[in-house]
């Protein structure tokens, strides 16, 4: 059964504090992806990942970065986290489709509660 | 840019009862359009998708029809059951960018018995 996994579903944090969400997936993958997802606003893209080392901004990336130094890991990084980064983070990776559609499988999700 | 709307919930239903959950799109060139569905406390699961025009989506009993006429991809099914309560999420996936990936804002159904 292929995977993808986030290293943890809840976490709790205090203002300032850099915290680390880390993703793998068992799936060799090309590409991986970070999401956040509010209530009413859906999924938005933070930062995606094409190939190891490299990394583009998605539509929110401030206050955010990743690394990827592996294929099957893709980690998120808030430098210092804020109250506004409260939220439920999603990491993805993507299975390209001769469609040229790229078709996601979901970890479990993080919620992140930053006080 | 791509961008997907998708009614707004929630919506609950009895067991049994007829779904529709619509979702139009807007986008350039010829997009993949998919349903994906979150259980409570998982993350999301691939339900059903459409990469062409005309294209029907199915899985689980669930049906979705890709209609560029009017941009279109509404989410059916014809009988309920309490293990569909969840939330489900249009998508779709453009041809030219590994990000061109747009998701609505999710719909909430409950289903009671």
């Known amino acids: 059964d292929v995977k993808v996994t986030q290293s943890s579903r809840y976490l709790v944090k205090r203002t300032g504090e850099k915290v680390f969400l880390e993703c793998v997936q068992d799936?060799?993958?090309?590409?991986m992806f970070w999401y956040r997802q509010d209530p009413g606003l859906g999924l938005r893209l933070i930062y995606f990942?094409?190939?190891?080392?490299?990394?583009e901004k998605g539509d929110i990336p401030e206050g955010y970065s990743v690394s990827r130094e592996k294929k099957e890991r893709f980690s998120l990084i808030l430098e210092s986290a804020s109250t506004n980064q409260t939220s439920m983070y999603l990491c993805a990776s993507g299975a390209l489709q001769p469609s040229g559609a790229n078709v996601l499988t979901f970890g479990a999700g993080s919620r992140l509660t930053v006080l | 840019g791509n961008s997907v709307t998708q009614m707004e919930g929630p919506v609950t239903l009895s067991e049994e009862a007829f779904l529709t959950i619509n979702c139009t799109y807007t986008?350039?060139?010829?997009?993949?359009l998919f349903w994906y569905v979150q259980y409570p406390g998982e993350g999301l699961q691939l339900l059903l998708k459409?990469?062409?025009?005309?294209d029907k989506g199915s899985n689980k009993g669930f049906e979705a029809t890709y209609r560029k006429e009017t941009t279109s991809f509404h989410l059916e099914k014809g009988s309920v059951q309490v293990s569909d309560s969840a939330v489900y999420f249009c998508?779709?996936?453009?041809?030219?960018?590994?990000?061109?990936?747009?998701f609505g804002a999710g719909t909430r159904l409950t289903v009671k018995p």
């Open positions: 986008a350039t060139g010829y997009p993949s």
């Open positions: 990942s094409y190939d190891v080392k490299m990394k």
């Open positions: 459409a990469t062409k025009a005309d």
């Open positions: 998508a779709l996936s453009g041809r030219r960018n590994n990000n061109d990936m747009r």
């Open positions: 799936m060799d993958h090309e590409n």
